[in-house]
């Protein structure tokens, strides 16, 4: 089995909140691959289904971003799921809005999000890092990641979060390049697709 984390702060006034993204691409994995309806656990929420071959447990959750590792930590040990098959979706400040990048392991950068998962889980762990691009001043960063998408947001975010849905499977199999080719090739600007034909 493995285990999707998505990152981020419960509460309808956080849900369209930069700082946000795990959860929303989470949400569009769950919905995409037609998974159980969402319960409470292990501190968050819950939701179960299959992409492709592989059982997968999608954990939100539910005690504030600073503290996630205190519910992913309790699901992977009651579940028994090692390190490596622990996925994390996050924001991250230092790439470029509908920027992908997967790695394994690493410091937090100085996401509390993931400081919390590290202490509880150790770090071995997958994230997918969500470009939501940085304001420019390390000072404005925390009014930056708490507050919503600009309107003009929506014309990366949906493609972003469909192909991040669409493709998950290409990550729990391992494939990580091939997932960043396939969403960096969606988010390209329909001229840029156009040269390519």
Not at 4 to 21: F, M, Q, T, Y
């Amino acid at each position: 089995m493995f285990l999707l984390v998505g990152l981020g702060n419960p509460g309808s006034e956080h849900a369209s909140n930069r700082h946000n993204i795990g959860f929303m691409a989470v949400d569009e994995i769950v919905r995409r691959h037609d998974f159980s309806p969402w319960r409470k656990r292990f501190q968050g929420v819950t939701a179960e289904g299959r992409i492709g071959p592989h059982h997968v447990l999608a954990i939100k959750p539910m005690t504030y971003m600073n503290l996630s590792g205190q519910s992913a930590g309790e699901a992977a040990r009651f579940l028994k799921i090692p390190l490596e098959k622990i996925i994390v979706l996050h924001d991250e400040l230092d790439l470029a809005p509908g920027k992908i990048r997967v790695k394994t392991g690493g410091g937090a950068g100085g996401h509390n999000g993931l400081k919390s998962l590290d202490a509880h889980l150790g770090n071995g762990y997958k994230r997918l890092r969500l470009g939501i691009g940085h304001p420019g001043d390390k000072d404005a960063v925390t009014g930056y990641v708490l507050s919503g998408f600009a309107k003009s947001d929506k014309d990366w975010l949906e493609p972003f979060l469909d192909v991040v849905g669409r493709e998950i499977g290409l990550a729990l199999a391992g494939e990580d390049n091939r997932f960043m080719t396939k969403v960096a090739m969606a988010l390209k600007p329909a001229t840029d697709k156009k040269e390519d034909a």
